[in-house]
T-cell receptor, first 113, second 115 residues
Framework: AQSVTQLGSHVSVSEGALVLLRCNYS??????LFWYVQYPNQGLQLLLK??????LVKGINGFEAEFKKSETSFHLTKPSAHMSDAAEYFC???????????FGRGTSLIVHP | DGGITQSPKYLFRKEGQNVTLSCEQN?????MYWYRQDPGQGLRLIYY???????QKGDIAEGYSVSREKKESFPLTVTSAQKNPTAFYLC??????????????FGPGTRLTVL
């Protein structure tokens, strides 16, 4: 079985501040982990994914995430928020042997000027 | 350009009517998926198909039906048996759909409203 928990349905930051979106997962086997972004009334777009190897993964738009097996976490960060980062962010897990990823409930990122 | 198209973008349905949502991809992907998105509930899987002429129920298949007669197309029918169909529907595809870290590519979505 696999599941994802995203802590905080809404995260609010000021422009230029650090962005931290939290994701914890459970999986009975080593997981594949994903972060997707969704802008209003659009589909999802991949930001980054972890498969194997280096645990710090860099993605598009300056985002990165670190896979921490001991903490079963895959938090998404960006050093400096831009207004254009305001969107919904989804973490997803796909356990080894599973054909279908499981998505978290999403975190809405709000960026204040 | 390669991608996934969904139509229509907005759809209104009267109670008791069946409606069909279109999803087409030209990415040559084997696997296709349908998700339902409601505020605060993330994405819930309705149906998925790993190959032409085959599809599987997801977590919330009741009241929905699909077909996969062509690799490029995976239409979703919302039947009158679906009690609360008002939602945002997303179609996605991935290269293989196997137990590997495939990236899913999403269409722009269809917003269905029942009047």
């Amino acid at each position: 079985a696999q599941s994802v928990t995203q802590l905080g349905s809404h995260v609010s930051v000021s422009e230029g501040a650090l962005v931290l979106l939290r994701c914890n997962y459970s999986s009975s086997v080593p997981p594949y982990l994903f972060w997707y972004v969704q802008y209003p009334n659009q589909g999802l777009q991949l930001l980054l994914k972890y498969t194997t190897g280096a645990t710090l993964v860099k993605g598009i738009n300056g985002f990165e995430a670190e896979f921490k097996k001991s903490e079963t976490s895959f938090h998404l960060t960006k050093p400096s928020a831009h207004m254009s980062d305001a969107a919904e962010y989804f973490c997803a897990v796909k356990g080894g042997g599973s054909y279908i990823p499981t998505f978290g409930r999403g975190t809405s990122l709000i960026v204040h000027p | 350009d390669g991608g996934i198209t969904q139509s229509p973008k907005y759809l209104f349905r009267k109670e008791g009517q069946n409606v069909t949502l279109s999803c087409e991809q030209n990415l040559n992907h084997d696997a296709m998926y349908w998700y339902r998105q409601d505020p605060g509930q993330g994405l819930r899987l309705i149906y998925y198909s790993q190959i032409v002429n085959d599809f599987q129920k997801g977590d919330i298949a009741e009241g929905y039906s699909v077909s996969r007669e062509k690799k490029e197309s995976f239409p979703l029918t919302v039947t009158s048996a679906q009690k609360n169909p008002t939602a945002f529907y997303l179609c996605a595809s991935s290269p293989t759909g196997g137990a590997i870290p495939d990236t899913q590519y999403f269409g722009p979505g269809t917003r269905l409203t029942v009047l």
